[in-house]
């Protein structure tokens, strides 16, 4: 009957004045890209191969040949993460990009940038697994693959973007972190954040601090892994600098020549200040914020990537009817920010939303020794707000979410 047909009024945006338009989160990450290699002063190349949800990136790049961007399409992933590897060696930066899967495929790839020192992202569009598992639906299944998925103690940087915008600023972080470190980053989104669209409002790209690259032209006293002795980052010379012929591969360097070595004690040295090199990336980098709520409290909801949208909206709610509870939202994922610990351990409970099975809540316990609860959803879907509402709800009654 028409009386039992009710009405629902979506008040206008309060939105900051400004030109918008609909971005895509694989739209964003291309634009970021370009606008990161451009404050790098550098070319961008991308070697990818096509994979469900990561492939419009490569679509989306392909399309931009104007901005000096090179796109090549892989015959397989290992071939599109060393086409990466090469670009980087010779003065550009490298680009790769998959899904879970394909991550996997790349590993040795990652493994040699890493151990040869090369600044290089790898995007990972996340989709349910394992193997082909469900490759158009969403998940947060591929942290523990960013964070810990390499053979020997090899970390990189991880960040992940929360919202189809954020995609941008991500991506600028991304060139910026492994431009400065001289490593490769790990950027992770999901099927969720590359197909979505919102309105974003378009920035001022003379407003983006540049971080220009210098390379290393001096021959003098030089090797290919001489140091910045603050971010411990080596030396990038390009190939054809007179004087600076130099050698760089898979196997284990000497610390004090840049030749190879068996030898022990230069292992653990060189694996130290790997190690040690991705730890200071969080000195240079602004504390955790809290995205809403009070830095202290009975309970925070900590997630990170696309569940941004659904858990501040829960917690918005929650707030409004008089509820202890803040929103923390994590994007740089490895390392974490030097303030996490303090944070944390100024609430009561932490409940960690995830599309996985507890894979950022795992972190957080190892890390900082907190008791943190998951709710965990493997559905392929988004959650939805009224289920973290009652999580929030479980959690300040009885200190589960269910």
């Known amino acids: 009957m028409p009386s039992e047909i009710s009405t629902y009024v979506v008040p206008r945006a309060d939105t900051a004045p400004g030109t918008y338009r609909a971005v895509t989160g ?16 550098l070319k961008l190349f991308f070697g990818s191969y096509p994979i469900t949800p990561a492939s419009p990136l490569l679509h989306a790049l392909s399309n931009l040949r104007q901005y000096g961007v090179v796109t090549f399409q892989a015959e397989d992933e290992i071939a599109a993460a060393c086409s990466a590897i090469g670009a980087s060696w010779a003065g550009a930066i490298g680009v790769t990009s998959s899904s879970g899967p394909g991550i ?40 523990h693959q960013a964070v810990y998925g390499r053979n020997a103690d090899t970390p990189v940087p991880v960040i992940a973007s929360c919202t189809p915008g954020d995609c941008f600023e991500v991506a600028i972080e991304a060139v910026r972190i492994a ?4 490593t490769p980053v790990m950027l992770l989104t999901d099927g969720y954040l590359a197909n979505a669209a919102e309105p974003w409002r378009i920035p001022n790209v003379d407003d983006i601090k540049p971080f220009p690259v210098k390379f290393r ?9 001489l140091r910045d002795p603050k971010t411990l ?14 050698r760089i591969g898979g196997i284990e360097k000497d610390y004090d020549t840049g030749d190879i070595s068996y030898e022990p004690d230069n292992h653990h040295r060189m694996t130290m200040v790997r190690v040690n090199r991705i730890k200071r990336i969080a ?37 409004e009817a008089g509820l202890d509870v803040s929103h923390i939202h994590i994007r740089h994922i490895w390392p974490m920010l030097k303030n996490m610990s303090d944070l944390l351990r100024g609430f009561d409970r932490i409940l960690v939303p995830e599309m996985n099975a507890g894979q950022l809540r795992t972190v957080l316990r190892a890390e900082y020794l907190v008791d943190a609860k998951g709710l965990n959803q493997i559905s392929g879907q988004p959650f939805k707000v009224v289920d973290l509402e009652a999580a929030i709800r479980n959690m300040l009654e009885k200190g589960e979410p269910q």
């Open 26 to 41: 694989a739209e964003a990450i291309a634009w970021g890209l370009i606008a990161g290699a451009q404050k790098a002063g």
């Open 104 to 143: 996997a495929l790349k590993g040795e790839a990652i493994g040699l940038a890493i151990v040869a020192e090369l600044p290089m992202i790898i995007v990972n569009s996340q989709r349910g697994g394992p193997s082909t598992g469900l490759p158009t639906k969403t998940e947060q299944s591929d942290l």
């Open 179 to 182: 431009t400065t470190y001289m």
């Open 217 to 225: 032209t001096d021959p003098e006293g030089f090797h290919p892994y």
């Open 233 to 246: 980052a080596r030396v990038w010379a390009i190939p054809g600098t007179p004087g600076l012929e130099h």
């Open 283 to 319: 000195e240079d980098l602004p504390d955790q914020a809290v995205a809403l709520g009070n830095p202290k409290g009975k309970l925070a909801v900590v997630g990170w990537g696309s569940t941004y949208g659904a858990i501040n909206q829960a917690v918005r709610r929650c707030r």
